[in-house]
Each structure stands twice: as C-alpha cells, then as structure tokens.
C-alpha cells in the first residue's frame, strides 16, 4: 500500500533552472495538494486541486505552476527557480477538501 | 482568517512521563482540527482529527486531543511517553467551507531516558 508517492527525493537546482515534482496517489482521492515546509513555519499551502481537472492556488503560489494530470497525479513545476524555493515540499491528498489527511514522504529542493 | 499558535518549539520529557501538546486556534465557527507527527526525514502522518461530536478524540499510537471550545484549544496528550515519540507535532485547523489547513509552527518533542 504505496499512499503518497513523490519523485524526486532530493534535488539541487541552479538559480534560472527549471523541473517538475512529481506526486501520485494510489488511494483514490479526489483532492490533492502542495505544501512547502520552511524551518519555524509549519507547513503552507502552494497549490490544490479539489478534484480531477481543477486547480486552485494556495497560499504561496508565486512561482510555481501545476498539472493535474488525472486523478491519481498532480505535479507542481517550477518554471525559473530561485533561492527562495529552497525547501522541502511535500504532496498530500485527501478524500474531500477539509483536510489533507495522507503526506508522502518530501522533495528536499535547494536552489544554488 | 484561520491561525494556529503552538506556544511550546521545544518539549523534553523523560520515557514514561505525561506529555501535553499545547494548541490553540483562531476561527470564527466550528473548526476542523487536526494533529500530525512528523519524524525526521519523513512525510507528516496524521494522529487525530476533530470534526464534531465527542470533544474527546483518540488517535493512533495512544494519543488522545480534547477539543475546548470555550479555550479555542485543541491539546495533544498521552498518558505515558516512549522513546519513539520523540518527533515534531504539529496542529492544524481547517473549515468545513474552505479548502486547505492552516499548520501551527510545530513542536519539537524531546525523550530522555
């Protein structure tokens, strides 16, 4: 029982450069979203998805851009990265939008 | 707007001490609320939620949450601490109408034995 699967683990990114976090659920969700934790600040919101072919954007969207692909994937890209987009970011989905209840594991991302 | 204050970053207790996680909450209705732990290097795994209902909420690994209205509290406890609860919690409130949870700062726990 897989849950939340994300791809990369670890990635060390240029100033400029670009790439897509990848995120897939096997559980059936309908909502999936994006979340950065920085240190001192808990967990905030970049992006959700409430559903399949919806996207909406959180509460730190600058920056960022995503794709829900189908239902069971939602990928977060960024086009230019800069060194403020040094963190870690997880993918959650949840079986409505009052919570997100199921967390993968986190891309650890620095941008040099 | 939604808020969440853990007043405590770090928390010591000795294994097999009593542990209250402190939390409290901004929110105009009844909220959702939530408790998750996180250990290093690993994604949050949720311990408890409050939707309604019984105030009193228990949770996996034997954790339980008290939902105080009058407070806007919803603290963490559980009765006797192991090694391996040693982690970072952190609470969060959603809404029943809205569409994403809005994470405490989180707090650190720290086992001595």
């Known amino acids: 029982n897989a849950g939340v699967t994300q791809t990369p683990k670890f990635q060390v990114l240029k100033t400029g450069q670009s790439m897509t976090l990848q995120c897939a659920q096997d559980m059936n969700h309908n909502s999936m979203y994006w979340y950065r934790q920085d240190p001192g600040m808990g967990l905030r919101l970049i992006y959700y998805s409430a559903s399949e072919g919806t996207t909406d954007k959180g509460e730190v969207p600058n920056g960022y851009n995503v794709s829900r692909l189908n239902k069971r994937e939602f990928s977060l890209r960024l086009e230019s990265a800069a060194p403020s987009q040094t963190s870690v970011y997880f993918c959650?989905?949840?079986?409505?939008?009052?919570?997100?209840?199921?967390f993968g594991a986190g891309t650890r991302l620095s941008v040099l | 707007a939604q808020s969440v204050t853990q007043p405590d970053i770090h928390i010591t207790v000795s294994e097999g001490a009593s542990l209250e996680l402190r939390c409290n909450y901004s929110?105009?209705?009844?909220?959702?609320l939530f408790w998750y732990v996180q250990s290093p290097g690993q994604g949050l795994q949720l311990l408890l939620k409050?939707?309604?209902?019984?105030?009193l909420v228990q949770g996996i690994k034997g954790f339980e949450a008290e939902f105080k209205r009058s407070q806007s509290s919803f603290n963490l406890r559980k009765p006797s601490v192991h090694w391996s609860d040693a982690a970072e919690y952190f609470c969060?409130?959603?809404?029943?109408?809205?569409?994403?949870?809005?994470f405490g700062a989180g707090t650190i726990l720290r086992v001595k034995s």
């Open positions: 959650a989905s949840s079986e409505g939008l009052a919570g997100a209840g199921y």
């Open positions: 409050y939707f309604s209902g019984d105030t």
């Open positions: 929110y105009g209705a009844t909220p959702y």
């Open positions: 969060a409130v959603g809404s029943p109408y809205g569409n994403k949870l809005v």
